[in-house]
């Protein structure tokens, strides 16, 4: 706990605080149910709310919190150390809410902002398809206008909080091929021809829903769309940027949590006649993964600071963290679960929850594949 | 006729804790340096009893006060965060600071409970490193106040304060005037979250700084502590097989 504090500013280290007293006691006790029974805690995520943490980086006119990127990972950190999965969905929530919060004119944020940063509806952010994951800007999913509707055709896969949540941040395409032919639109859950496939059966994110979302002639109106026609790629990414550093946050919240499991192990576990921490391996180990936590904590907090100054290598370095934070992460929680030996592959251990809630980290939200095409791009471009 | 009066000020007095105990090597003390602290948790009751009452609009203006090193700042902080509107911090440090005990607090918090008029005075009934359980008592008898301690229920009516105690027999319920000296039981209230607005707002909350000999307090401790040790490690213990075994065992170790 001690080394997460250093570098924050008193106001931050209350925040953190307050995320770290919110997991222990509203989310830690209920972690492996919430993923054994499959439970979308409504309850828990709205006194989350309650506390600021619906928007935290939406504009407090509209009932957000009004906070740093800084501030919202040292939060999702925090809050991580007691649910992977339920703060991840929260994190992709606050992302749809500043979306409309940023790109939406203000009818649209004091129609949706207000509702989203209480929790009192739950939000989803609708961009993959059954054929377009990685190359998303390929997406199919049309939205043909007549007079003040749009019409939309097509169907999203691999959606959190699908079929449960309220407001769809849908990209669809309103123009030709290609990322300047998306648009941006709001869906509300109720509107006909709106539907929603089976819920998947997943490895880990089991306290969020994520389904299929289908559009067959579907009516939307033109005045739920964000922006212009033709920006809804660009605002996606931009959702994308901040969603990269929150999903890296979640990562080093598990980091930490395993790095102190597996500590709090080896003290007590014996073989050999001795404690497991006078093994030399174990304790290089465990030097390893603290080593690459801290490091992996700088890579996000950085990466979090030039995003909210909107410096030039923002995007690069919330790429970097991302690929860095989740691939090393998930390397440490999994070195964590070994050092429990057979107990940690036991699902009464919470160790093994926290690598299988981690493991998509570094699929979503852009492969970790992706992050190198998008790094790369930026240092093979000539100014 | 019940005077309309009520109560303008009261004092809460939060107190940081060490999260973990190490004895020194030298058997002097407790490690301090570097230890995490966090606000004693029966205080956060009393932070949280004195916001209520202000909801309640029977008292005008909760004063979070602390004494230690800079430190103790950021405990002031998080009771502002949770709804008190201002703080007063009692810079003690050093060697002070290693011999603060309640009697130093209570004649702090005498002194200033004079200077600040309050009416109430709410602390923690005990703080859960040390587990003296004495600053509210001293503090009472320091002003000659009544005190309501082990508070599991209070109710303001008037210059009156109903106090339900938790004490060894069941429940005591007590009247007192004000001003009074309340200690915070663990059944009083259950501590709010501080929420993220409130924290910001925090911020512009004022923090005053105040030295003990500013309130013409003397820090010197009466107590000099000779040694600190920790708990001898438990022995293993012994299995016998019959009942005059175990008699004789016992009689052995002159236990009978």
Known sequence: YNEQVYGLTDEQKEFQKVAFDFAANEMAPHMAEWDQKEIFPVETMRKAAQLGFGGIYVQPDVGGSGLSRLDTSVIFEALSTGCVSTTAYISIHNMCAWMIDTFGNNEQREKFCPDLCLMEKFASYCLTEPGSGSDAASLLTTAQRKGDLYILNGSKAFISGGGDTDIYVVMCRTGGKGPKGISCLVVEKGTPGLSFGKKEKKVGWNSQPTRAVIFEDCAVPVINRLGEEGQGFGIAMKGLNGGRINIASCS??????????????????????????????????????????????????????????GRPDAVSLCSMAKLFVTDECFNICNQALQMHGGYGYLKDYAVQQFVRDIRVHQI???TNEVMRMIISRNLLTEL | MHSNRYCNRIIVLPFSVLLEIRVKPDNSGVVTDGVKHSMNPFCEIAVEEAVKLKE?????????????????????????AMGADRGIHVEVAGKD??????????KIMAALAKKEDAQLIILGKQAIDDDCNQTGQMTA?????????????????????????EIDG???????????????????????????????????KKIANVKPADLGVDLTSRLEVLKVEEPPQRQAGVKVETVEDLVGKLKETGRI
């Open chain 1, 252 to 309: 080093l919240g598990a980091a930490h949590a395993c790095v102190q499991l597996a500590r709090d192990h080896l003290l007590v576990r014996k073989q050999f006649g001795e404690t497991l921490s006078n093994n030399q391996f174990l304790q290089f180990r465990l030097a390893e993964m603290a080593t690459k936590l801290v490091a992996s904590r700088l890579l996000v907090r950085e990466a979090a600071t030039a995003l909210q100054d």
């Open chain 1, 364 to 366: 979503l939200e852009g």
């Open chain 2, 56 to 80: 309640k609009k029977l008292i005008k203006e909760v004063v979070a006060v602390s004494c230690g090193p800079q430190q103790s700042q950021e405990t002031i902080r998080t009771a502002l």
């Open chain 2, 97 to 106: 600071y290693e011999t603060l005990g309640p009697l130093q607090v209570s």
């Open chain 2, 141 to 165: 008898a320091l002003l000659d106040w009544p005190q309501g301690t082990f508070a599991s229920e209070v109710s303001l009516d008037g210059d009156k304060v109903k106090v339900v105690r």
């Open chain 2, 170 to 204: 069941g429940l005591e319920t007590i009247k007192i005037s004000t001003p009074a000296v309340l200690t915070a039981d663990l059944r009083l209230n259950t501590p709010r979250y501080a929420t993220l607005p409130n924290i910001m707002k925090a911020k512009k």
